[in-house]
């Protein structure tokens, strides 16, 4: 059974950070890019950050510079470290890996920054 399940989010002021984490099982993860979104309430899933199979990166102009995505194949396991957070960043974050014309997505994880 494919199962991802994100962690990590939480309330932070801004120019703080946090690190989502995603656990993945049931696939071969290392050869699925591994990729997070964010939602607004009402709006559609943004991609903000992917890692390749190949470990190539990409990000969106609104989080580069301030985001890293990584991942570990020996854990099965994406992470995206969230520095000098803004309040434009809260939002539900997902992970999702694609691969071999396949989607898999977690569930979410809420990232609030306020003062």
């Known amino acids: 059974q494919v199962q991802l399940v994100e962690s990590g989010g939480g309330s932070v002021q801004p120019g703080g950070s946090l690190r989502l984490s995603c656990g993945a099982s049931g696939f071969n993860f290392e050869y699925y890019a591994m990729s997070w979104y964010r939602q607004y309430p009402g709006q559609e899933r943004e991609l903000i950050a992917t890692v390749s199979a190949t470990w190539h990166t990409e990000y969106a102009d609104s989080v580069k510079g301030r985001f890293t995505i990584s991942r570990d194949n020996d854990k099965n396991a994406a992470f995206l470290q969230m520095d000098n957070l803004k309040s434009e960043d809260t939002a539900v974050y997902f992970c999702?890996?694609?691969?071999?014309?396949?989607?898999?997505w977690g569930q979410g994880t809420q990232v609030i920054v306020s003062s």
């Open positions: 999702k890996a694609g691969g071999s014309g396949v989607n898999y």
